[in-house]
């Protein structure tokens, strides 16, 4: 999907489509008594009779006749004007893109930005509840349906310097919805198709494009370093695990990196503690961390952020083949701790514990995991937030923050040391799952037992990672959560 800019009079600006906000309280907004003054009274005869409403998301396409520019105007709700956040805007505004899908409208233009004051913000909301909503996965549908979707979006500003203010934050803010759909794309590709050799030459070649080193280590690598955790999930599947690193240095030298780890099981059966068959299809999804962590890289170095990052993304899949691992085994650590199996199901915390502890290597300015690691986070959360966890409250509440900014939000779970109780083993250092009380905690806590005195957080998005319903801005299907939110906190850092 393309965006660009334009400096044009709402009235007087020829588009098939023109995307305007409307407030609950009533058509009060100057650009919209404009409008409607142009139209004859069309909103206000709408307003009056209630079939309209402004009612946030609620959306109405009108037929201009020639009265404007514009063929047609959607108009669409955007709750009471005291009520308005940047999430209201980017949710307005993939509504407004929603009411045209379908119709083989291919390109409109929008003014919402100006019903959140015209602010850089308010630009940025708008433009990525457009470009976030645009998206789809249709790459296997054979007969592509005859309306195409949106593919050009153009904001409109009232004079010039309004244009120039806020065009490098439109270039910006692309470049990142690039990345979620990156990220989307990963997520949405099946299990036969994205599969640890496929993420890892998915990331060879976007480190090529943006000029990042990337290394992807192979078994005999992994092996040599004695990830003996990583290795072990792997061994129930025929597709070899990959290694990934991606290094990116836009800071100085001396400048210690964010290390960003991403869990990649791309397709999890549970191993020898079999899932249910009942909705086991969408385990393909088990690498959202990867994907989130990968996109992040794919928009910072885009940005050309003014820091250093590594990304790691152990990947492997968790099958239940012949050679795979087996509840009682005793696992090997590459940190030297041992790991008493009791359900094979648990193995996202296996591959990332060998991530997080060769991340140590980096002397990480934070250290921070993403991964769809438990059912429980989905059950506590739902998917309106992901959990997060960690050792350091400072970083905690950074990530929170950068939640609240960018619409998805972090809710903190505790790491007290009463729950290390519940990995406690009587034959190794410890358990790789306790039981089903305070799933979510019992699996953060073993992640921080390998964070070393590094400051550390952990989040997870198995609940935020594929959305069931259809959300504004989240179609059906991938999310990419994950992207802006590290964005967002890799800005604040930087
Ligand atoms: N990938 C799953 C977690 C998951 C479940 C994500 C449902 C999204 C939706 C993870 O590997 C897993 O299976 N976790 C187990 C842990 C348990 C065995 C301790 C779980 O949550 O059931
Ligand atoms: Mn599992
Ligand atoms: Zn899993």
């Given at each position: 999907m393309n965006v660009a800019t334009?400096?044009?009079?709402?009235?007087?600006?020829?588009?098939?489509?023109?995307?305007?906000?409307?407030?609950?309280?009533?058509?009060?907004?100057?650009?919209?008594?404009?409008?409607?003054?142009?139209?004859?009274?069309?909103?206000?005869?709408?307003?009056?009779?209630?079939?309209?409403?402004?009612?946030?998301?609620?959306?109405?396409?009108?037929?201009?006749?020639?009265?404007?520019?514009?063929?047609?105007?959607?108009?669409?709700g955007l709750g009471k004007q005291s009520e308005l956040t940047p999430d209201r805007l980017r949710q307005a505004a993939g509504s407004a893109l929603n009411a045209l899908q379908g119709s083989g409208i291919?390109?409109?233009?929008?003014?919402?930005?100006?019903?959140?004051?015209?602010?850089?913000?308010?630009?940025?909301?708008?433009?990525?509840?457009?470009?976030?909503?645009?998206?789809?996965?249709?790459?296997?549908?054979?007969?592509?349906?005859?309306?195409?979707?949106?593919?050009?979006?153009?904001?409109?500003?009232?004079?010039?310097?309004?244009?120039?203010?806020?065009?490098?934050?439109?270039?910006?803010?692309?470049?990142?919805?690039d990345a979620v759909w990156f990220a989307r794309d990963l997520v949405s590709q099946p299990g036969n198709v994205a599969t640890p050799t496929y993420l890892a030459e998915r990331a060879r070649e976007m480190a090529g494009s943006l000029g990042i080193r990337c290394t992807i280590l192979e078994r005999e690598e992994m092996e040599r370093l004695g990830m003996g955790a990583l290795l072990a999930v792997s061994r129930g599947s025929h597709q070899p695990p990959k290694f990934i690193v991606l290094d990116y240095r836009g800071g100085s030298e001396q400048q210690p990196p964010v290390v960003l780890v991403g869990k990649g099981i791309t397709f999890d059966a549970g191993g020898i503690s079999l899932k249910p068959g009942e909705g086991m299809e969408k385990m393909k999804d088990d690498m959202a961390g990867a994907a989130a962590v990968m996109g992040t890289m794919m928009a910072a170095a885009t940005l050309e952020l003014p820091l250093n990052l590594v990304v790691l993304v152990p990947a492997a899949e968790n099958l239940p083949g012949g050679g795979a691992y087996k509840p009682g085994d005793v696992l090997h650590s590459m940190a030297g701790k041992t790991i008493e199996i009791v359900n094979t199901d648990a193995e996202g915390r296996l591959v990332l514990c060998d991530a997080l502890h060769y991340a140590q290597q980096y002397r990480p300015a934070a250290l921070i995991d993403v991964a769809t690691l438990t059912g429980a986070c989905v059950i506590a959360l739902g998917p309106f937030a992901s959990g997060v966890m960690g050792n350091d409250r400072g970083?905690?509440?950074?990530?929170?923050?950068?939640?609240?900014?960018?619409?998805?939000?972090?809710?903190?779970?505790?790491?007290?040391?009463?729950?290390?109780?519940?990995?406690?083993?009587?034959?190794?250092?410890?358990?790789?799952?306790?039981?089903?009380?305070?799933?979510?905690?019992?699996?953060?806590?073993?992640?921080?037992?390998?964070?070393?005195?590094?400051?550390?957080?952990?989040?997870?998005?198995?609940?935020?990672?594929?959305?069931?319903?259809?959300?504004?801005?989240?179609?059906?299907?991938?999310?990419?959560?994950?992207?802006?939110?590290?964005?967002?906190?890799?800005?604040?850092?930087?």
């Open positions: 334009k400096v044009d009079e709402a009235v007087s600006h020829a588009c098939p489509a023109l995307l305007v906000g409307c407030w609950e309280d009533g058509p009060s907004d100057p650009q919209l008594n404009q409008l409607d003054a142009a139209l004859v009274g069309a909103v206000a005869a709408l307003y009056q009779q209630r079939e309209f409403t402004g009612k946030l998301n609620r959306a109405k396409l009108l037929h201009t006749f020639g009265r404007i520019a514009a063929d047609r105007v959607v108009l669409v291919r390109e409109c233009s929008s003014i919402l930005h100006l019903a959140g004051r015209g602010g850089t913000e308010a630009v940025q909301a708008t433009v990525e509840g457009l470009l976030l909503a645009g998206y789809a996965f249709d790459k296997y549908q054979t007969s592509q349906e005859e309306n195409g979707r949106v593919s050009d979006v153009t904001i409109l500003f009232p004079d010039a310097a309004a244009n120039q203010a806020a065009a490098s934050r439109v270039a910006e803010t692309k470049a990142v919805c970083l905690t509440r950074e990530l929170r923050e950068a939640g609240e900014l960018t619409g998805e939000r972090l809710w903190e779970l505790p790491l007290w040391e009463e729950y290390g109780e519940l990995l406690k083993s009587d034959i190794a250092d410890m358990k790789n799952a306790g039981g089903r009380s305070a799933g979510t905690i019992s699996a953060g806590w073993f992640l921080k037992e390998f964070a070393g005195g590094n400051k550390w957080a952990h989040l997870d998005i198995a609940g935020t990672a594929w959305e069931e319903k259809g959300r504004p801005y989240l179609p059906k299907g991938a999310t990419g959560v994950g992207v802006r939110l590290l964005i967002q906190y890799l800005r604040g850092v930087s």
